[in-house]
């Protein structure tokens, strides 16, 4: 079975920096996409980041110049590094991992990033 453990969520200042974390664990025989979510009370779920095998990311415009995903394929491993935070970041984030050779998708719990101001 496949898990996911987020970790890195809290409660920031506006201006403040949080670094989340989603490793995937168990028989997921490698990672293709690995991508963050937010979800804002009463919205829907919205793209943050995604990045690629190879690397090439896509970012929400709203967060272009401020947030940073990276990851560790052999850890099979995302992050989110999340600078210059402002009160319209604040939400669940949620990792979403697709698994290598399949259209398999994997979601995680998701962990509270509150930005006050």
């Known amino acids: 079975q496949v898990q996911l453990v987020e970790s890195g969520g809290g409660l920031v200042q506006a201006g403040g920096s949080l670094r989340l974390s989603c490793a995937a664990s168990g028989m997921i025989f490698g990672t293709a996409v690995m991508g963050w979510y937010r979800q804002a009370p009463g919205k829907q779920r919205e793209l943050v980041a995604d990045?690629?095998?190879?690397?090439?990311?896509n970012y929400a415009d709203s967060v272009k110049g401020r947030f940073t995903i990276s990851r560790d394929n052999a850890k099979n491993t995302v992050y989110l590094q999340m600078n210059s935070l402002k009160a319209g970041n604040t939400g669940v984030y949620y990792c979403?991992?697709?698994?290598?050779?399949?259209?398999?998708?994997?979601w995680g719990q998701g962990t509270q990033v509150t930005v006050s101001s």
């Open positions: 979403n991992v697709q698994r290598r050779y399949s259209s398999t998708t994997y």
């Open positions: 990045i690629s095998r190879d690397g090439s990311t």
